[in-house]
RNA sequence: GCCAGAGUAGCUCAGUGGUAGAGCGCUCGUUUCAUAAGCGAGUUGUCAUGGGUUCGAUUCCCAUCUUUGGCACCA
């Protein structure tokens, strides 16, 4: 039995949840689940991200009080635990005390590597942000057409400079593996073409007083990326009082896999790093960087007004449904689309007329016609079983490659039971052995698909012991 | 602009120096245990475009186009 530790990343609250944070938290949930079956000690976190200043901008867009609009929609993604039968051990809140606390106990663990420099940039009033002079159109703001203004700030910053060759070699020789190669290779030409140093605070004023104060200076606020990637150690109680935890599941532990999308590559596999370099932390071992869902094409988002929203998705269709669309028609590792045609066709094809059917027209004929299972399955049978058993154990983390093999195992099934023709069997021994052999098959099935679909992997077990057929996914 | 990846049947993708495959969809046939499901057969392609190397390229090389991503203090 080892110890592993696997962390999603954690949003913005500044708005609900969409289908794209789903998918992301589904595959760590299938993987966390997966390793506990195989009987690992599995640390699972998830949390939210409360203190960039796009909260605060939000919440005033909104006319809200910045902690009311945050906790609002805390508990939407909170919720999404409930909603996609998730299994996180804990979920950590960046607003909560033991991530302050942990927060600033990285910052002064870095100390040596953390220095004051001034810094002036051109500065919006109304973005409230820092404009480099090659994005502004015509010297004004793109946004508001407003001549930016000359702003000089003294802010803290991190030597990642000094870095720069480690991480290199770190990932150039897989210490910290990233998958897949392609953004592997992205981050090794970003580290080539030069590491400089980022400034790691704001003032209080830029940040509107929300946030995690820089230790011993409460003029200024930690940058929010600072803070935020410290949150997987913080959930393991780093920096409180009881850090047995941390020591078990990070620090003296090598199993430690992040799940990022390919949005925030740079600050697990270059910033993260080095931070953790800096404060004499073991480093993590691998991260898993997913790709985005689009909608018929298109990026998701508000504006166009084609935001996924998994609460409806799973009302209409069901928890395993979902799951299994994210798991089985996204590549793991690569943007995939969604469309409700393909969501709906994927549902028909593959769990209403493939596993749902498969299931229910075998335990029709067995209770009809009151059918002995208990026999020894054919050698044809457990060999076909183990083999496809070891492919999905193989392709694993290639979800959908996993699915579709469990899937030929279903389809497999069908074709013998055509071959076989028992409905014309009266003979109880014959079918006894073929029904033998299908049971087996799809207790087997079940077993596979535990991680992925646990909610359908029970009922699949129940209806065997109980020979009562109910449709598993109805068709649409 | 620079760098990297991708461009193969309606869709999602696999693949090979010798004139292409899977699943889904679709069409037809067939079975009846089953959620009008299952099974069988069939269907479609200038393998992005233009050159080059080669006896021969979709597969190698070059260019072009399209597309995706990265190019730091901005998730």
């Known amino acids: 039995m080892k110890n592993i530790f696997i962390s999603s990343s954690i949003p913005f609250v500044n708005a609900s949840p969409h289908l794209g944070h789903v998918l992301e938290l589904v595959q760590a949930d299938t993987v966390a689940r997966y390793h506990r079956l195989l009987g690992d000690n599995v640390f699972f976190v998830s949390g939210t991200d409360e203190n960039s200043l796009k909260n605060v901008q939000s919440a005033e867009k909104a006319g809200e009080n910045v902690s009311d609009f945050v906790y609002k929609n805390y508990i939407n993604f909170f919720q999404l635990k409930d909603l996609l039968n998730l299994t996180y051990d804990d979920f950590i809140?960046?607003?909560?005390?033991?991530?302050?606390?942990?927060?600033?106990?990285?910052?002064?663990?870095?100390?040596?590597?953390?220095?004051?420099?001034?810094?002036?940039?051109?500065?919006?009033?109304?973005?409230?942000?820092?404009?480099?002079?090659?994005?502004?159109?015509?010297?004004?703001?793109?946004?508001?057409?407003?001549?930016?203004?000359?702003?000089?700030?003294?802010?803290?910053?991190?030597?990642?400079?000094?870095?720069?060759?480690?991480?290199?070699?770190?990932?150039?020789?897989?210490?910290?593996?990233?998958?897949?190669?392609?953004?592997?290779?992205?981050?090794?030409?970003f580290i080539n073409s030069g590491l400089q140093d980022f400034c790691i605070s704001r003032t209080n004023e830029r940040a509107k007083g929300w946030g995690i104060d820089v230790p011993e200076d409460s003029s200024q606020k930690m940058w929010v990326w600072f803070d935020a990637l410290s949150n997987y150690i913080n959930a393991l109680g780093y920096g409180s009082n009881d850090e047995s935890k941390f020591n078990e599941f990070w620090n003296e532990n090598k199993d430690k896999v992040h799940f990022i999308g390919k949005g925030i590559n740079r600050f697990h596999s270059v910033y993260w790093l080095a931070m953790l370099l800096s404060a004499g932390i073991s480093l993590p071992k691998t991260i898993f960087v997913h790709g985005y869902i689009t909608v018929d094409g298109q990026k998701m988002s508000k504006s166009i007004g084609n935001v996924i929203d998994p609460y409806k998705l799973v009302e209409k269709y069901g928890c395993d449904a979902v799951r299994y669309f994210l798991l089985r028609e996204i590549p793991a590792l690569e943007d995939g689309d969604f469309t409700f045609d393909k969501f709906e066709k994927r549902y028909n094809s593959d769990?209403?007329?493939?596993?749902?059917?498969?299931?229910?027209?075998?335990?029709?004929?067995?209770?009809?016609?009151?059918?002995?299972?208990?026999?020894?399955?054919?050698?044809?049978?457990?060999?076909?079983?183990?083999?496809?058993?070891?492919?999905?154990?193989?392709?694993?983390?290639?979800?959908?490659?996993?699915?579709?093999?469990?899937?030929?195992?279903?389809?497999?099934?069908?074709?013998?039971?055509?071959?076989?023709k028992p409905w014309a069997i009266d003979d109880a021994n014959g079918n006894e052995i073929i029904f033998s052999n299908i049971t087996y098959s799809l207790k087997n099935i079940s077993q596979l698909l535990r991680p992925f679909l646990p909610e359908t992997s029970k009922k699949i077990e129940e209806q065997i012991k109980i020979l009562k057929p109910e449709p598993l996914f109805p068709r649409i």
């Open 351 to 420: 769990l209403a007329d493939g596993i749902g059917n498969l299931l229910s027209r075998t335990i029709t004929m067995i209770d009809k016609k009151n059918i002995n299972i208990d026999k020894e399955p054919e050698e044809l049978f457990i060999n076909k079983n183990k083999e496809i058993e070891e492919k999905v154990k193989e392709k694993f983390i290639y979800f959908n490659e996993a699915l579709d093999e469990v899937w030929s195992l279903i389809s497999f099934c069908d074709k013998y039971i055509e071959e076989k």
């Open 93 to 189: 809140r960046t607003t909560e005390q033991r991530h302050f606390i942990g927060a600033q106990k990285l910052w002064k663990a870095c100390a040596k590597d953390i220095y004051k420099k001034k810094y002036s940039g051109l500065y919006c009033v109304g973005c409230e942000e820092y404009y480099k002079e090659e994005e502004l159109i015509d010297g004004m703001c793109p946004e508001h057409k407003t001549k930016p203004i000359l702003v000089e700030e003294e802010n803290y910053f991190f030597k990642l400079s000094k870095y720069q060759d480690k991480i290199k070699k770190i990932i150039e020789t897989d210490e910290v593996k990233i998958i897949p190669q392609s953004r592997k290779n992205e981050i090794l030409s």
